[in-house]
């Protein structure tokens, strides 16, 4: 366990549904962050929260939209999603602040699939 | 545009032989990092390399980093099937926020 959690693991839905990713973090970090893996593809940065505060927006379509309602959680809001959308989606927590502070804590990803 | 290239992508060994895995960066960086990854698992943090010439080592991994030639080694010594896993590099690069860069991956196979 590395103090990352998200919810759910797995989530299949529809192209015209709605739903939520939720990452939680148990460790006191200051900066969270949305990724997205897909096969044979480098990992993708998303979005990044510094202090609850959007500090990255990778280009990313506004079907996805983020929230940080506070430095413990970040949620990743889905809508009108296209199959090339399903990849695992991982959230990660670094302390933040200086430079000693940029490792990356990873949590357990959820595994979307647009029908 | 930074690029991080490891090589190879994909490895399949026998247990007990020895192995480098490469990872090439195209632009000056303050650290580098190594994660493995298993099988429906989360990202764990292996190493990280903070200056030129820093060596980490954990069991049978070693970590190098040269920063003059930009390439970062990841050697497996007399590998055991439950060194199984990708191990991804990233690295560390200041735009308008620090940012991590990442690697494909290389698919490591160890095979009994």
């Known amino acids: 366990e590395t103090g990352v959690t998200q919810t759910p693991r797995h989530l299949v839905m529809g192209m015209t549904n709605k739903k939520s990713l939720k990452c939680e973090q148990h460790?006191?970090?200051?900066?969270m962050y949305w990724y997205k893996q897909s096969a044979k593809k480098p990992l993708e940065l998303m979005f990044v929260?510094?202090?609850?505060?959007?500090?990255e927006n990778n280009s990313v379509p506004s079907r996805f939209s983020p929230e940080c309602p506070n430095s413990s959680h970040l949620f990743l809001h889905l809508h009108t999603l296209q199959p090339e959308d399903s990849a695992l989606y991982l959230c990660a927590s670094s302390p933040g602040g200086g430079l000693s502070s940029y490792e990356q804590y990873f949590g357990p990803g959820t595994r979307l699939t647009v029908t | 545009e930074l690029k991080v290239e490891q090589n190879p992508l994909f490895l399949s060994m026998q247990e007990g032989k020895n192995y480098t895995i490469y990872c090439n960066y195209s632009t000056t960086s303050d650290r580098l990092y190594w994660y493995r990854q298993d099988p429906g698992k989360s990202l764990e943090s292996l190493f990280v390399l903070l200056s030129n010439g820093a060596v980490k080592q954990e069991g049978r991994l070693m970590a190098s980093l040269d920063t003059k030639a930009r390439l970062s080694t990841l050697h497996i010594t007399a590998a055991v099937h439950d060194l199984s896993a990708t191990y991804f590099c990233a690295v560390g690069y200041m735009d308008s926020n620090y940012q991590l860069i990442w690697g494909a991956g290389t698919k490591l196979i160890i095979k009994p």
């Open positions: 460790l006191g970090h200051n900066a």
């Open positions: 929260y510094n202090f609850k505060e959007q500090t």
